[in-house]
């Protein structure tokens, strides 16, 4: 939103009937309901639209019955393509994952090129994303542009879904982990990627968009530093943290609780390809925000809902010193 709106774009804004609509309204954007299980709510939203982006795609709320995940992964962006095709719509813009980047047999970084030729089996999450991307990529009655981003770090995470990782090392809790290659991006420079991807004449059928990859234990141990937490353990072998995010599933089942670990993250950084984002990187000609200005921005926003603790003052750092209580 923040994305379009900067480039003079007010943009419908589609929502569930539930949905926490507080920050859209601060926006001031054009707000309609767009259910996709009231598919004739997506036909009435998508009505005399020129571009739509996509970025409801089916999230498991959990690893288990991958076969379920799957057909609801298709179905609702069946839906979704046909009300699309039934209103007109010129250009839709699906917003993907990296999960679908399949690695390298030379062990080089992946690009467009490199996408798994059938369901690599990895767990519910993976399984899903493929199938979703395969179907948006087979539509011909409009133009579909996929668009892969990493890990969307950066502010605006009300959920806290990819910044879990941050708010935990913040608070220094041990994340269990495994080791493998993540990809960040600042959710800004995806914005305005995407941004560009729906003006743009001709853009590319698929792109990824990511910044530099990195091993997630290094990304932990800078994490720790930046906010004065312990070092984090050591990783998990890869089978060991897969049977660890598991076993927490099924701790939590039932409960308003989070996994420690959840397994489509397990499956991510275990399964994940380091990336070659150059093409996504040309959509941004200013280039990418760097990893420390993007933690800077996430810091800023989760202090504010009190999701991190704030840095100590220069009072609290004195009153420690002398061993008084502040």
């Not at 729906?198 to 968009?209: F, T, V």
């Not at 070659?276 to 000609?285: E, I, K, S, V, W």
């Not at 200005?293 to 010193?321: G, V, Y």
Request: negative net charge.
């Amino acid at each position: 939103m923040d994305a379009l709106l900067a480039e003079g774009i007010s943009p419908r804004c589609g929502h569930r009937k539930r949905t926490n609509k507080i920050p859209l309204r601060r926006r001031k954007v054009p707000l309609v309901i767009a259910d996709i299980d009231e598919p004739e709510t997506l036909r009435e939203a998508f009505a005399d639209t020129d571009v739509v982006y996509h970025l409801a795609g089916h999230y498991p709320r959990h690893g288990r019955s991958p076969e379920e995940t799957v057909a609801r992964a298709v179905r609702e962006l069946q839906t979704v393509l046909d009300a699309a095709a039934e209103a007109g719509v010129r250009r839709l813009i699906y917003v993907s994952s990296t999960a679908t980047v399949a690695k390298r047999s030379d062990g080089l970084p992946s690009t467009e090129a490199d996408v798994f030729p059938v369901d690599p089996g990895f767990g519910a999450y993976h399984s899903a994303k493929v199938a979703m991307e395969r179907l948006a990529l087979d539509e011909q009655r409009f133009e579909v542009v996929v668009a892969c981003p990493g890990a969307c770090l950066g502010p605006w995470d009300l959920r806290v879904g990819t910044s879990a990782l941050l708010v935990g090392a913040a608070n220094g809790i041990d994340i269990p982990h495994p080791d493998g290659w993540v990809s960040p991006i600042d959710v800004r420079d995806l914005g305005r990627a995407l941004v560009r991807l729906g003006r743009i004449e001709a853009p590319p059928r698929r792109i990824l968009l990511a910044g530099e990859s990195l091993r997630l234990q290094d990304l932990l141990e800078l994490l720790a530093e930046r906010y004065g937490t312990d070092r984090p353990s050591a990783p998990l072998a890869d089978a060991d943290a897969i049977a660890f995010a598991d076993a927490e599933e099924a701790r939590v089942e039932g409960t308003a609780y989070r996994a420690a670990l959840a397994r489509e993250i397990a499956d991510l950084v275990v399964h994940g390809a380091q990336i070659d984002a150059q093409l996504g990187a040309t959509l941004l000609p200013d280039g990418l925000t760097p990893l420390a200005e993007t933690l800077d921005a996430f810091d800023a926003f989760a202090r504010r809902m009190r999701l991190i603790p704030s840095p100590p003052t220069a009072e609290d750092t004195s009153a420690a010193h002398t061993g008084a209580i502040p």
